[in-house]
């Protein structure tokens, strides 16, 4: 005898396998390419009969799986032609060793969506150094972050555009790169954990408020990773937030320069980021230029960067920056622009955080001390600029805010912390308590205020 489940029990049913991402007529299936070697080169459909196993992918949650076909000799385009949408949690590209580009027709939509709780993947393995080429536009839903992994030796370029609600993270392995051309949409965030991801083309839109974009239009945040700059000069115009220490870099045949040009946060506390600009002098004399032109900041406190750089490397810092670390240039070249700012807080006698290292660098723009906790005793100082190590230039736009340019490189205030004079040297990189009130000065500011106070009270009265 069967038993008939009352229709409003059926109806819940139906609702909590949907909300689980699992539809009555559509579970997630794997479908596999059958282990094959292709030679000859043209447009290879998904639709082609006897081509996978256990059975040809339908419209729905779909697994696609390459890694068994082996592509030589001339390139192909594999085309879903599959008329629907598919839902995939997870693709796997083939070996090749020539170019294999990904497409889809026309009446295919194709969306990158959990499998459960886990996020999808895109999975790079290739052994051979061919060309995968994702050339189907997709979208990634809210909540969910696509996940390009793998190990691969070659070159993967991302042509299509990704929109949607969610993000995506890079982390892989190998030699390959994973070049982005495409001006995605996608607002989720990008995050760079491994790898190396080449910018292609340039964000759309001001800083911080991208529109489209290579890295989407969300955070960026870069945890690890190197980017590289691709036939061109590369912009990128996303908030930034550094977790790791990370590499730049630039194509084969050009000092090709990047520009971060939104706004850049250093993430922990007491932390110290190292960013390495990886530029070779590919054209005789020229150097590769890492600019940071919107001010970098920090998420706690004491935050610092060291620059570690090849020969051929120039850093530019053009913003007015709040970090409270060490800033530490261990070669190539730093310039700190004019208008453009370091902050230094000053503590107890020699507590304090500083420029050091072994480059070369050039200081046009402004330092700040913050010197409400600073020491207050005649003969305290602090290094700022470790001249002994570094090969610094102060320029003549520079300056110390809060601080009057007394000649002879030095700058000086006065009547600070109970009025004591401090003094900045070019020549030493020191700050210095130069002065303090005599105890003279001391008991006629109190007769004084004493004296006031005497008159106030006699008016009063």
Not at 10 to 37: C, D, K, M, N, Y
């Amino acid at each position: 005898m069967k038993t008939k489940l009352p229709s409003s029990l059926a109806a819940a049913l139906i609702g909590l396998l949907a909300f689980a991402g699992v539809s009555r007529s559509q579970a997630q299936t794997t479908s596999t390419w059958i282990t094959e070697t292709i030679s000859s080169g043209g447009i290879v459909n998904w639709s082609t009969p006897g081509k996978w196993t256990p059975a040809t992918p339908v419209p729905g949650n779909v697994s696609v799986d390459f890694t068994g076909l082996t592509v030589n000799t001339a390139a192909i385009t594999l085309t879903n032609d599959i008329a629907g949408t598919f839902n995939i949690y997870q693709m796997k590209l083939a070996n090749a060793a020539t170019t294999v580009t990904y497409n889809k027709s026309a009446s295919t939509t194709m969306n990158w969506v959990k499998s459960g709780s886990s996020n999808p993947e895109l999975i790079l393995n290739s052994s051979s150094s061919g060309d995968s080429q994702i050339s189907f536009a997709s979208a990634i839903g809210s909540g969910v972050t696509l996940q390009i992994t793998g190990v691969a030796n070659a070159t993967t370029r991302q042509l299509s555009v990704m929109s949607g609600a969610g993000g995506v993270n890079v982390n892989k392995t190998g030699t390959g790169n994973l070049y982005v051309t495409a001006a995605n949409t996608y607002t989720g965030d990008f995050t760079l954990t491994s790898g190396v991801i080449g910018l292609m083309t340039d964000s759309v839109g001001t800083p911080n408020n991208v529109t489209s974009g290579p890295l989407g239009r969300g955070t960026v945040h870069l945890n690890g990773g190197t980017v590289t700059a691709v036939s061109a000069v590369r912009t990128v115009n996303n908030s930034v937030q550094v977790g790791g220490d990370f590499s730049v870099s630039q194509g084969a045949g050009a000092a090709n320069n990047i520009t971060f040009a939104g706004t850049v946060m250093l993430t922990g506390t007491g932390v110290t980021r190292t960013i390495t600009g990886d530029y070779n002098s590919y054209v005789s004399g020229a150097r590769g230029t890492l600019a940071f032109t919107g001010a970098i900041s920090e998420a706690g406190a004491g935050n610092g960067i060291t620059f570690a750089n090849t020969a051929s490397t120039h850093i530019v810092l053009s913003g007015i920056n709040t970090y409270t670390g060490n800033t530490t240039v261990t070669g190539g070249n730093m310039t700190l622009s004019d208008n453009a700012g370091l902050k230094f807080v000053i503590g107890a006698n020699g507590v304090n955080n500083r420029l050091l290292g072994t480059g070369i660098i050039n200081l046009d723009g402004d330092f700040t001390f913050d010197l409400a906790g600073a020491g207050t005793a005649l003969g305290n100082s602090w290094n700022i600029v470790n001249v002994a190590s570094l090969t610094e230039t102060f320029g003549s736009t520079f300056s110390v805010n809060g601080f009057s340019d007394i000649g002879g490189n030095l700058w000086e205030a006065t009547n600070v912390n109970g009025g004591r004079t401090y003094q900045f040297s070019e020549a030493t990189g020191l700050l210095s308590v130069t002065a303090v009130p005599e105890p003279t000065t001391w008991a006629l500011l109190a007769g004084g205020l004493t004296l006031v106070t005497v008159l106030r009270r006699r008016r009063i009265n």
